[in-house]
């Protein structure tokens, strides 16, 4: 069974830092390329971070980039998103989300996990 | 970029309605077009993939259709546990990105 855990969430200051990682089971994690998917409360899904399977490259929304660095161990089976200067606007739920089947991370995300949230306030 | 234009943004319907929902992109996407159901506290869930294509396990009252710019999400016959906020979803290769609607919050009448 395909499992993403996510973990790391919790309140943090305005300009401080954030590391999130994300735990993967039940797929060969080093084949697949994961995205981080996040969801301010009451709003919608924004896509905020990708990254192919063997970390050579990275792409970013516009609204994260020069903020946020996605990576990943797969020696761990482990995605991870670092955070920095976080304003309030960061205040979301981040998934973990790759394709499984037919589908893949870039095209169609078909594997979520729970989400961790994070939330950005003094 | 590519623009995602959602309608309604909610919606109520009743038990065995037929439900139709909108996506239209602002330029042409092809069928590279997704939906998703989202219940409250839950994560995304893939229902409809390449604008028309059923996901394994998910019921036949969901189909989807169209390409190019416009785009349909159906259910056929409203059950309670559709109850759920739905998204559309677009993604380009060059760069790589993903691009989702602004959803649709369906309630049970």
């Known amino acids: 069974e395909v499992q993403l855990v996510e973990s790391g969430g919790r309140q943090v200051m305005p300009g401080g830092s954030l590391r999130l990682s994300c735990a993967a089971s039940g797929f060969i994690f080093g084949t697949y390329s994961m995205n981080w998917v996040r969801q301010a409360p009451g709003k919608g899904l924004e896509w905020a971070a990708s990254i192919t399977s063997s970390g050579t490259y990275m792409n970013y929304a516009d609204s994260v980039k020069g903020r946020f660095a996605i990576s990943r161990d797969n020696a761990e089976n482990s995605l991870y998103l670092q955070m920095n200067s976080l304003t309030a606007e960061d205040t979301a739920v981040y998934y973990c989300?790759?394709?499984?089947?037919?589908?893949?991370?870039?095209?169609?995300?078909?594997?979520w996990g729970q989400g961790t949230l994070v939330i950005v306030s003094a | 970029d590519i623009r995602m234009t959602q309608s309604p943004s909610s919606l109520s319907a009743s038990v065995g309605d037929r439900v139709t929902i909108t996506c239209q992109a602002s330029q042409d996407i092809s069928n590279n077009l997704n939906w998703y159901q989202q219940k409250l506290g839950k994560a995304p869930k893939l229902l409809i993939y390449?604008?028309?294509n059923l996901e394994t396990g998910v019921p036949s009252r969901f189909s989807g259709s169209g390409s190019g710019t416009d785009f349909t999400f159906t259910i056929s016959s409203l059950q309670p546990e559709d109850i759920a906020t739905y998204y559309c979803q677009q993604y380009d290769h060059i760069p790589p990105r993903i691009t989702f609607g602004q959803g649709t919050r369906l309630e049970i009448k």
């Open positions: 989300a790759t394709g499984i089947g037919y589908c893949d991370a870039a095209t169609c995300p078909s594997a």
């Open positions: 390449e604008a028309s």
